[in-house]
Structures are given as structure tokens and as C-alpha cells.
């Protein structure tokens, strides 16, 4: 059996080819390695939006609260974020290979148990833990690429991992929807089980270890404490400050709290011997550039999906499945557009194709602010189909500007940064865009209330129907007589989509800004070190 660890010395000119020896049967395969590795990835990207759509099923069959429905995403988001850097350094540190395969063992015993859990605790407890070793499982699925895949063939291969995790992101909601309907909530995680079983399977036959000479030997506790706490406290905010309110003092404070700990983070960086992320790695402009972007591209991916949502189920009165289907334009594009954006790049470099990029995804939002309550079928699958023709090469170069430009020894810290950047941009978006969202219902209902001719309200009640509102749902008392109800599904409708208009207007000038940021990037200076000569 060939070896499953390769040694890579670190050349001395990053342009000179230097990896393992080319491998012989299913062990080190490229393409296989990369199918392999998609396997484990899909199951973490489906999680993060399929849960969405069985949360209301759990919180009927478990008796759960809202605040305890809310913790099932955000203990998983929370987990994933904070931990994705340190599991990063886990990878370099003892392979790869192990990282992954731990990874999808953990990810998908986790999922099984929530399935068989019978109180929302444990279902929260179980979330948290897949977070934890989907954290293992994404860095570690770069540096394997990274490790296996020569450099003229390695954007190919992330823009297929790119379209991989695109895919199931836009396609959890139909699947969860799916699952649901004619099923049970439980097997929405019942159906991570065979999918890790036929990972790991593939990940012992195929998946083959290539570490760097130089990789870290010790650990970095104070700086794996400190980032964990900073990302804590950054995470917490941004999930929590919609409900507790952007001036107030505990959303303040954990804000402030973690730019004490990340300041902290870079003055313990700067001393010991192996740091958990070396500083040095961010005079790269360009990984820098990478860094910001993919923050900005998820602050207007994600941030705007949320909305999209709420108008197609609660305005266009849709099905979970109706609108998931509804997204199917998205998930093509990205589909399509993925290995596409990685073959222009690999020929032109990264940096026309990630400014090209955020220009689609701005007009794509610019033309989502213009979206009405009775805009066509036809017209949303134009914007959406958009939106995945620009996300498509800026997944795909964002992350190979990041873990191209960082030293081999380092590429899973790369992957874990490339993965907590897209988690913190997403994170900012839904809360940023959220509150706008949230400021302008608060602004226009009341004058759209009284324009209407509709009963006065107290304010008690307004801010009832302004919180329905915010996501969509109409107010209506039981009792309300038709000629009222319409005129406050009309209200409610109007006065949602003006909003949601409002922070697609500011997504798109994110977008822009992100353009601008593209601009900086350039291919990998290290994108060639250690790469495998595996056959392709």
C-alpha cells in the first residue's frame, strides 16, 4: 500500500514544482481526492440551511421556545465560527487527512443523535457539536486540495468545491422542505448518516496525507483561546444585538470585548515561537484583499438571502418547497458558473474575474431592490440567476487568493480563515441588513397604517405588527372583516418590500466596495509550493 504521508520540503523559489511523487491507483487521486472531500463539505454547507426550514416542525414536536429554536442555528453557527481557524491549525499540525476523517465520523454521529434526541437540549448540544467537527472538516478539505491537485488544475478544483458547497447551501431549502413535508424534521439529520458513512469510506481509500516539512510542531494555547474568545464575542453581537438592541450595553459590550481580545490576540501572536496565525501572513496584500472580499461577498450573499426567503413564503404566499425551487436559477448559475470561473482564472489570474464578479453580484442587488409585491416568476429568476453568475468566480478565486498566498505549512489555518471570514461576513450581513430592514418597517408602517385608513393602534400593537411585519407576515386579527384584512395584507406587503429594497440597495454598494477590494488581488505567490504531481 502506498504511504498516506508525504513529506514536502518548502523550495526555495515558490515557482518551482515541487510535490509528491505522482500517485499510483485510488490513494492520492486527484479528481477522486476532490470527490471524496465534496462528499464531507456537502454535508456541512446543506446544514447550514436546511435546518431553517424543520425548525418550526421542531418547535411543535419538542415544545421548544423561540429563544430555544434560535439556538439550534445559532449554537451551530457560533461553534463553526469560532473554532474554524484552530481546526485549521489541528490540520496542519497532525495531517489533513486525520482532521477530515474525524470531522465527518463526528459530523455525522452528531446528526444522528439529534434525530434520536426527544428534548430541544439535547438538540442543541448535538448542533453545537457538529459545528464543532464540521470546523474540522472544511479547512481540512483545502489543504487536502491544496496538497493533491498540481497549481495549473488547483482553481478547477476549488471551483468545483465551490459549486459543491453553493449548491447545497441554495439547495437545503428544497431538500429540508422535501424532507419534511412527506417525512419527519428528523430525518432532515437522519440524512447526514450514509452520507458520512460513504465519506469516510472514500476518505480511507482515497484520502492521502501531504504534510510540509516545516509544519507546526507545538501548540499556540494562548492564541487559540484568545481568537476563540475574540470570534466569541464578535459572533455573539452580531447574532444577538437585533434583539437587544444595536446601542445597547450588552451589545456594546461584547463588541468592545472583542476587539480588546483580538488586540490581545495579535500583541500574544507577535511573541511566541509558532503562533497559532502568524501575522506576517497578512503583508501579503493580496491575501489580505482575499480575506476582505470573501468577509463582503457573504455580507451580501447571505444578508440578502435571508430576505428572500421571508418575501417568496410570506408575500408571494409560497410553499418552503415552491421557494426553494424558486432559487433554482441561483444554484444553477453556480452550478454552471463554478468550474467555468475556475478555468478563467486559472488562464487570466484571479483578479478580472473577482472584479467582474462583484459587479454581477452589485447589479444583481440593485436589481432585488426594484423587486415588488407582484413582481413576475420570470423577473426574480433573472436577479437571482445573476446574483450566482457573480458569486460563482469570487467563491471560487476569493478562496484561492486566501490559500494560495499563504505558506504550505499554513494552508489549513488558510482554509479555516477563508471559512470564518465567509461565517463573520455572513453573520454581519443578516445583522446589519437586518437592522436597516428593521428601521425602515419601524419608520413607514405607521404612515402607511394611517394612509390605509386603517383602525389606530396602540403602541403596544404597533410594535406587534411591526415585528410580524419585519419578516413578511401580514397582522391580521381573527375577527377582522375581509375589506380590513386585504388592506392590511396591502400594508403589511408594501411596507415589508420596501425595506427588504432598502437593504438590497446597501448590499449592492457593499458589492461595489468588494469590486474595488478585487482589484488588489493577485494569483497565489505560494500556490505552486509543495503542490502533488498526482495524475490527472
Same mark, same amino acid.
Given at each position: &500500500?502506498?504511504? !498516506? ?26 479528481? @477522486? ?63 489533513? /487527512? ?51 491537485? #498540481? ?27 422535501? @424532507? ?30 501531504? /504534510? ?38 450588552? +451589545? ?34 493580496? @491575501? ?8 463582503? &461577498? ?14 417568496? !413564503? ?10 426553494? @425551487? ?6 444553477? &448559475? ?16 484571479? /483578479? ?26 420570470? +423577473? ?18 476569493? +478562496? ?55 383602525? #389606530? ?6 410594535? !406587534? ?16 372583516? #375581509? ?18 429594497? +432598502? ?34
Amino acid at each position: &500500500m502506498t504511504s !498516506q504521508t508525504t513529506v514536502e520540503k518548502a523550495p526555495r523559489n515558490p515557482r518551482d514544482p515541487v510535490g509528491p511523487a505522482p500517485a499510483k491507483g485510488l490513494r492520492g487521486h486527484p479528481w @477522486l481526492t476532490l470527490f471524496s472531500v465534496a462528499i464531507g463539505v456537502m454535508m456541512v454547507a446543506l446544514d447550514g440551511t436546511i435546518v431553517a426550514i424543520a425548525n418550526p416542525a421542531i418547535q411543535q414536536d419538542l415544545g421548544a421556545s423561540l429563544a430555544d429554536v434560535q439556538w439550534i442555528t445559532n449554537g451551530y453557527m457560533l461553534a463553526l465560527a469560532v473554532s474554524l481557524i484552530t481546526a485549521g491549525k489541528l490540520g496542519d499540525r497532525f495531517g489533513h /487527512r486525520q482532521t477530515f476523517l474525524i470531522g465527518v465520523v463526528g459530523f455525522a454521529a452528531a446528526s444522528g443523535a439529534i434525530g434520536l434526541s426527544d428534548s430541544v437540549a439535547l438538540v442543541i448540544t448535538f448542533r453545537v457539536l457538529q459545528g464543532l467537527f464540521g470546523a474540522l472538516l472544511m479547512p481540512a478539505a483545502l489543504g487536502l486540495l491544496r496538497a493533491t491537485f #498540481p497549481a495549473e488544475k488547483l482553481n478547477m478544483a476549488i471551483g468545483i468545491w465551490g459549486m459543491v458547497i453553493g449548491a447545497s447551501t441554495a439547495g437545503g431549502p428544497i431538500l429540508g422542505g422535501v @424532507l419534511v413535508e412527506h417525512v419527519s424534521w428528523q430525518s432532515v439529520f437522519f440524512i447526514n448518516v450514509p452520507v458520512g458513512i460513504l465519506a469516510l469510506v472514500l476518505g480511507v481509500l482515497i484520502l492521502k496525507d501531504h /504534510r510540509a516539512e516545516n509544519a507546526p510542531r507545538s501548540f499556540d494555547v494562548a492564541g487559540i483561546v484568545l481568537l476563540s474568545g475574540a470570534m466569541f464575542c464578535l459572533i455573539w453581537a452580531l447574532i444577538k444585538g437585533s434583539e437587544w438592541g444595536w446601542g445597547d450595553i450588552q +451589545t456594546i459590550g461584547f463588541l468592545v470585548g472583542a476587539v480588546v481580545l483580538f488586540l490581545a490576540f495579535a500583541l500574544v501572536e507577535q511573541r511566541v515561537k509558532e503562533p497559532l496565525v502568524p501575522l506576517a501572513m497578512f503583508r501579503s496584500v493580496p @491575501l489580505s484583499a482575499g480575506t476582505v472580499l470573501m468577509v463582503l &461577498m457573504a455580507f451580501a450573499f447571505m444578508g440578502g438571502l435571508f430576505f428572500v426567503t421571508f418575501y417568496l !413564503q410570506n408575500v408571494h404566499g409560497m410553499k418552503a418547497v415552491d421557494a426553494g @425551487l424558486h432559487l433554482l436559477p441561483l444554484t444553477a &448559475m453556480m452550478i454552471v458558473a463554478s468550474p467555468l470561473a475556475g478555468a478563467l482564472i486559472t488562464k487570466f489570474g484571479p /483578479r478580472v474575474p473577482l472584479v467582474g464578479g462583484m459587479v454581477c453580484t452589485a447589479v444583481a442587488c440593485f436589481g432585488m431592490s426594484q423587486l415588488a409585491v407582484g413582481t413576475s416568476t420570470l +423577473t426574480m429568476s433573472v436577479w437571482f440567476a445573476l446574483l450566482g453568475l457573480g458569486l460563482a468566480p469570487v467563491m471560487v478565486g476569493a +478562496t484561492e487568493v486566501i490559500v494560495g498566498n499563504a505558506p504550505m505549512e499554513l494552508s489549513g489555518v488558510a482554509g479555516g480563515l477563508q471559512q470564518a471570514a465567509m461565517q463573520v461576513g455572513g453573520s454581519l450581513g443578516t445583522a446589519v441588513l437586518g437592522a436597516i430592514m428593521a428601521s425602515r418597517v419601524d419608520s413607514e408602517l405607521p404612515g402607511n397604517w394611517k394612509d390605509a385608513q386603517l383602525p #389606530p393602534l396602540t403602541p403596544e400593537q404597533l410594535d !406587534q405588527a411591526s415585528s410580524a411585519i419585519k419578516v413578511g407576515m401580514p397582522p391580521v386579527p381573527k375577527d377582522a372583516p #375581509p375589506e380590513i384584512a386585504g388592506k392590511i395584507v396591502g400594508v403589511a406587503h408594501d411596507t415589508f418590500v420596501s425595506g427588504m429594497s +432598502t437593504a438590497f440597495m446597501v448590499a449592492g454598494i457593499v458589492a461595489v466596495i468588494a469590486a474595488l477590494v478585487a482589484t488588489l488581488t493577485k494569483r497565489g505567490e505560494n500556490a505552486e509550493a509543495g503542490m502533488g504531481g498526482g495524475h490527472i
